[in-house]
């Protein structure tokens, strides 16, 4: 089947612009993840969805960065004001959910590159 | 906190040489522990995993053993092939569910 799509693929905004980063998990996985993947390191946390609630946002860096899932499928990340510093490629990935709330094997999109100028 | 240390890159490797890169992870419980594999190009994707001490992970000629005695997981291969050329990134997840990465390794093998 299908895995994570994410689009555009590519965006190339302004210092202070406002920006939506979209996610298609695999159809039937409740959960939904986000990561920032800056050059040269690996992907850092940003936030956790189950259904259609955060679970945890902890990794988000401030309150420029907020996403929703409204449905429990598809999911947004937006950026507020956007600074240079936020030019990284921004993974998404979605798993199954066990019984007991762990989550099974992440499935990660291509990811979208967002490039700041 | 919990975190994930990588040999760090670039390797360059010969075809059919053997292949290790070093994952050494740091964790208040006892975690499960993954390594991706990043092609040019491609998304992460899952090469191998294991998810309690001494279980071992294999696939596609890959092996990593879950070491709790030296909290590590290196990854190995026996003979490498050009299209084996990727980042790879060892994980680990704990009680939650978000992952922490390491800073990946790039590998590229010559024919």
């Known amino acids: 089947g299908a895995g994570v799509s994410q689009t555009p693929s590519n965006k190339v905004t302004e210092k202070g612009k406002y920006v939506e980063l979209r996610c298609d998990p695999i159809s039937g996985h409740t959960a939904l993840y986000w990561y920032r993947q800056s050059l040269g390191q690996g992907p850092e946390f940003l936030i956790y969805f189950q259904g259609t609630g955060a679970a945890d946002d902890s990794g988000l860096p401030n309150d420029r960065f907020f996403a929703v899932r409204p449905e429990g499928s598809v999911s947004t990340l937006k950026i507020q004001r956007t600074e240079r510093g936020d030019s990284a490629v921004y993974l998404c990935?979605?798993?199954?959910?066990?019984?007991?709330?762990?989550?099974?094997?992440?499935?990660f999109g291509p990811g979208t590159r967002l490039t700041v100028l | 906190g919990d975190s994930v240390t990588q040999m760090e890159g670039p390797v360059t490797l010969s075809e059919e040489a053997f292949l290790t890169i070093n994952c050494t992870y740091t964790?208040?419980?006892?975690?499960?522990l993954f390594w991706y594999v990043q092609y040019p190009g491609e998304g992460l994707q899952l090469l191998l995993k294991a998810t309690k001490a001494d279980d071992k992970g294999s696939n596609k000629g890959f092996e990593a053993t879950y070491r709790k005695e030296t909290t590590s997981f290196h990854l190995e291969k026996g003979s490498v092939q050009v299209s084996d050329s990727a980042v790879y990134f060892c994980?680990?997840?704990?009680?939650?569910?978000?992952?922490?990465f390491g800073t990946g390794t790039s590998l590229t093998v010559i024919p």
């Open positions: 990935a979605s798993s199954l959910t066990l019984g007991t709330g762990i989550t099974d094997t992440q499935y």
């Open positions: 994980a680990l997840i704990l009680d939650g569910n978000q992952f922490y």
């Open positions: 964790a208040t419980g006892y975690p499960s």
